[in-house]
């Protein structure tokens, strides 16, 4: 069975940085997709971004890109969400997802309902 757990959220200040990450275990497919997406209080669930293990491509939506950056380290079944210079805006519950098709995200992540997994969330918060 596939679980991944969120991990990082904290209350930080605007302009200040942190690093999400999610962990999975019992993942055995050679190929997939990690999705960042947050949710905010009252607000519809957003892609961040994700990652392709096919090919190690990225995708970020236009609020993050420059921000935000995602990466893996493939040893520890792990990938991480660096939020740089986060604004009040950032604030949100965070949930990393799995897409268990190999994919290559250079023109845009797969849709919220493509995934097969979720984590519990991890929460932001960036207080001005």
């Known amino acids: 069975e596939v679980q991944h757990m969120e991990s990082g959220g904290a209350l930080v200040q605007a302009g200040g940085s942190l690093r999400l990450s999610c962990a999975a275990s019992g993942l055995s497919f050679d190929a997939y997709v990690i999705g960042w997406f947050r949710q905010a209080p009252g607000k519809e669930r957003e892609g961040v971004s994700c990652?392709?293990?096919?090919?190690?491509?990225?995708y970020y939506a236009d609020s993050v890109k420059g921000r935000f950056t995602i990466s893996s380290d493939n040893a520890k079944s792990t990938v991480h969400l660096q939020m740089n210079s986060l604004k009040p805006e950032d604030t949100a519950v965070y949930y990393c997802a799995l897409h268990t098709s190999p994919s290559t995200v250079v023109a845009g992540c797969p849709g919220r309902y493509e995934y097969d997994y979720w984590g519990q969330g991890t929460q932001v918060t960036v207080f001005s």
């Open positions: 990652f392709s293990s096919s090919d190690g491509s990225t």
